[in-house]
């Protein structure tokens, strides 16, 4: 166990998110997950097409199968598994009372399914492909990781018009011909 105390001088997390907005509102969500030390685990690009390794269509499928975790996603639009990161839109449905759906009798503290909230889904995602990255590290020889898949925390990026969710679906499809200029792009 670890024993070191916390120094809010050395320890301070400070968050990316938009200060005061409530991300479980409907909208669009740009989202970006990127690997930790940015270790290429997903597949890899050739001629300008990514390949997925076993990995990578893991990490694909848990994503589409976030429509079946979370009652608060009207779509999962444009995505991109990349070999260290993963790129994708989410159109969230709205907020249901205190925040999450509700059951039965109206209490908030019964829920259907998960709380919908991009904080909430991304870290499921994160935990889930996670878990079952680990099991296939040890049944299938799957590349080791150092101490986590996922970097801490995620970038997001609230999408407000037509014209910036053209340009953000656009890099998201055109991500892996431009790969060896990608700010990802590790060697």
């Known amino acids: 166990m670890n024993n070191v105390k916390y120094n809010p001088d050395r320890h301070h997390r400070q968050s990316i998110r938009l200060r005061g907005y409530d991300y479980s509102k409907v909208g669009l969500y ?3 997950i990127c690997t930790q030390h940015r270790q290429p685990l997903f597949g890899s690009i050739t001629n300008g097409n990514m ?3 076993d990995a990578g269509c893991m990490v694909e499928m848990q994503w589409r199968e976030l429509l079946i975790r979370f009652d608060g996603i009207a779509r999962l639009h444009e995505y991109i598994v990349m070999p260290n990161h993963f790129h994708g839109i989410i159109e ?3 907020a249901y009372p205190c925040g999450r ?3 039965q ?3 908030c503290d019964q829920l259907s399914k998960t709380t919908s909230h991009i904080g909430n889904i991304i870290g499921a995602f994160k935990s889930i492909t996670t878990s079952k990255y680990i099991q296939n590290v ?3 020889d799957w590349k080791p990781f150092e101490q986590r898949i996922w970097q801490r925390n995620y970038y997001e990026h609230i999408i407000r018009d037509e014209l910036a969710y ?3 679906a656009n890099y998201i499809q055109t991500n892996p ?3 060896i200029d990608d700010c990802y792009h590790f060697n």
């Open 51 to 53: 390949i997925l390794n």
């Open 138 to 140: 040890k049944k299938n």
């Open 30 to 32: 740009f989202v970006t």
């Open 92 to 94: 969230m449905e709205g």
């Open 105 to 107: 009798d109206d209490k």
């Open 166 to 168: 053209l340009h953000i």
């Open 177 to 179: 011909e431009r790969w």
């Open 101 to 103: 759906p509700l059951v």
